[in-house]
């Protein structure tokens, strides 16, 4: 499967409990994005990466989450001290700039419950 | 503000029926406009993308329009089928700047047999 995947697809954690999520972007896409959505919403940008480099992040990402993306290739997204708000399904993109109209394939999710 | 705002929030049709989908956007300025299908539980999947140039795309039995002027897109399902149940979203991008999208809330359709 050459598309984007996205571990664990859900993860179940107790409130102020840490959590890491990965994404393998499609290997010669150069933008990875990661997004928040929550039931019967649209995804919320949270922030994106091209190659190494973190160019923007929302101002809904808070201090307790944190995304790398090291080697330009997988990234992570972590949150420290999970509050119950943070339930929501996670979603990866990656992407390839081809003249402006490039599409964002998007992974499956992981979908967060703390309980 | 960019926004995108789509019509309705929920529809529900029968099998083999044809419906529309609503997307009124106030990104500006305008670089292009995507149609995503989004089952439960899935990542969205891309249904066409159109640019300002461009008033109709079609992608089999699901054609988008796009008035530029007006700012208004639509999506219409032909013959719909259960599989069609699931989220539409509308996203728009703007031209230069940020390369983040906006994104509606999304149609969730609901197709009975």
């Known amino acids: 499967d050459t598309g984007v995947s996205q571990n664990p697809r859900h993860k179940i954690t107790k409130r102020g409990q840490n959590v890491t999520f990965r994404c393998d972007p499609i290997s010669e896409h150069n933008r990875l994005y990661w997004y928040r959505q929550t039931l019967g919403q649209g995804p919320e940008f949270l922030t994106y990466f091209q190659n190494e480099a973190q160019l923007e992040k929302s101002r809904l990402l808070s201090d307790r989450f944190s995304a790398e993306r090291p080697k330009g290739s997988f990234s992570t997204l972590e949150i420290q001290r999970t509050e119950q708000g943070d339930s929501a399904m996670y979603l990866c993109?990656?992407?390839?700039?081809?003249?402006?109209?490039?599409?964002?394939?998007f992974g499956p999710g992981t979908r967060l419950t703390v309980t | 503000k960019n926004q995108v705002e789509q019509s309705p929030q929920s529809l529900i049709i029968l099998e083999g029926k044809n419906c529309t989908l609503q997307c009124n956007y106030t990104v500006s300025p305008f670089s292009n406009l995507r149609w995503y299908k989004q089952d439960t539980g899935r990542g969205p999947v891309s249904l066409t993308i159109m640019t300002f140039s461009e008033n109709t795309k079609s992608n089999g039995r699901y054609t988008a329009t796009l008035d530029a002027d007006t700012k208004q897109s639509s999506l219409h399902i032909t013959a719909s089928q259960l599989s069609d149940s699931a989220s539409y979203i509308c996203?728009?991008?703007?031209?230069?700047?940020?390369?983040?999208?906006?994104f509606g809330r999304g149609t969730s359709l609901i197709v009975h047999p």
């Open positions: 993109a990656s992407s390839l700039l081809a003249g402006g109209l490039y599409e964002q394939y």
């Open positions: 996203v728009v991008r703007i031209e230069g700047g940020s390369y983040i999208p906006t």
